[in-house]
């Protein structure tokens, strides 16, 4: 008997949270293989080939690089390495909004706009933005995890790329392999995403993708750090060779899982993550709840609903007791909203299985399904 054992439910309590996410059994049994040598061929091979691997799920021939850190750690070395002087934060909730800060905490002088939470972030407010002013970058978020808002990524990018000189930096954290990037085709310069996410990899692992003018601008950064300057990484994993000892269970691990992503095809990795979302929209509008997030602009892996009259804290801590553990609303959402996290592993026939123990707990609270 443990301190967990609280939250634990046959073999364990089952992920709904919008990341960490489930972790497939292989998945974890690769986590457990004894380790080599960091300088090792072996590890060499190991690291080129999941550089290798990565590279069509952010659709790029440029720069795939990872690291043994958090993805909070890319909002910091994206500033360090591509920002001289001024930021540009097009924000739409709370994790969008924490970019911002973290280039201030960096010295740097960070310009923001943003939109009533629940929307999405919209191209002409960007062009009107840049119209007055120059950036030395744009930092778009993909998908805001706080509001389940999927942005509209291929037009910002586009009011981007109509500034010679400003680079386009996306945190794609919530949605790299469960929502296509796109990366060279829209000219993106930095994505970035953390492997507890759609990857369904444990946390304190970020993939990241770099263009050639990325990689340019960060040669001439004064102070751009050591474990995550880029152009260090760069030289360093073309030869299969990390700027530290790298956390090598998530090697074995992030190369199984490349694995099963290419075996089951990234167009139905997209589907599934797609049908998922649009089961769990319908879901809502069948018990009378409304998306929190702008219609057409909802999240195919977070989703993030108004609750209503519904006790948020209750509906969570009834569902933890069901062995299912779904998100409570982030930071001024709390208790307004709750999300569901349907990502990396996760398929339609275990959403059915969530959704029936959602029912069973509205039923108990009296509410008609
Ligand atoms: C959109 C987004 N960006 C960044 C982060 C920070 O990621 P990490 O916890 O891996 O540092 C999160 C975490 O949930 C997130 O949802």
Redesign the pocket.
């Known amino acids: 008997m443990g301190e967990f054992d609280d939250i634990l439910f046959g073999d364990h309590e089952i992920l709904w949270i919008?990341?960490p996410t489930e972790m497939y059994p292989e998945i974890r049994a690769a986590l457990a293989r004894p380790t080599i040598g960091h300088r090792s061929q072996a590890c060499k091979d190991l690291m080129l080939r999941c550089r290798d691997k990565l590279a069509p799920l952010f659709g790029t021939t440029q720069h795939v690089l990872f690291e043994s850190v958090?993805?909070?750690?890319l909002?910091e070395a994206a500033i360090r390495n591509l920002v001289p002087k001024r930021s540009l934060h097009v924000h739409c909730g709370a994790?969008s909004e924490r970019w911002a800060k973290v280039a201030r905490a960096c010295g740097r002088e960070a310009d923001e706009i943003s939109v009533p939470w629940g929307q999405a972030n919209r191209p002409d407010t960007l062009r009107a933005k840049l119209a007055e002013s120059s950036y030395d970058a744009v930092c778009l978020?993909h998908?805001?995890?706080a509001t389940g808002v999927t942005n509209p990524l291929r037009e910002l990018a586009s009011v981007v790329r109509e500034q010679p000189d400003t680079l386009v930096l996306v945190?794609a954290?919530?949605s790299f392999s469960g929502i296509p990037i796109d990366f060279d085709e829209l000219g993106i310069d930095l994505a970035f995403a953390?492997a507890?996410?759609c990857l369904a990899l444990p946390?304190g692992f970020?993939v990241y993708a770099l263009s050639d003018r990325a990689l340019e601008r960060a040669a001439t950064a004064e102070g751009r750090g050591w474990l995550l300057d880029f152009v260090r990484a760069q030289e360093g994993l073309s030869k299969g060779e990390s700027v530290a000892t790298p956390s090598i269970p998530h090697l074995y691990a992030l190369e199984l899982q490349l694995d099963r992503i290419a075996a089951e095809g990234l167009d139905a990795r997209y589907a599934r993550h797609q049908a998922m979302a649009t089961r769990m929209r319908s879901w809502a509008g069948d018990r009378g709840f409304a998306m929190f997030s702008e219609a057409g602009f909802e999240s195919d892996t977070t989703s993030c609903v108004a609750a209503g009259d519904l006790d948020v804290a209750w509906f969570v801590k009834e569902l933890r007791a069901r062995g299912k553990f779904i998100s409570n609303g982030y930071g001024k959402l709390k208790g307004q909203t709750f999300r569901i996290g349907h990502m990396g592993d996760h398929g339609e026939a275990q959403l059915e299985e969530l959704l029936s123990d959602m029912d069973a707990c509205l039923v108990q609270r009296g509410s008609p399904t």
């Open positions: 919008p990341g958090p993805a909070t750690a909002w994790f978020i998908n805001e995890t945190d954290v919530t953390s507890q996410k946390a970020t």
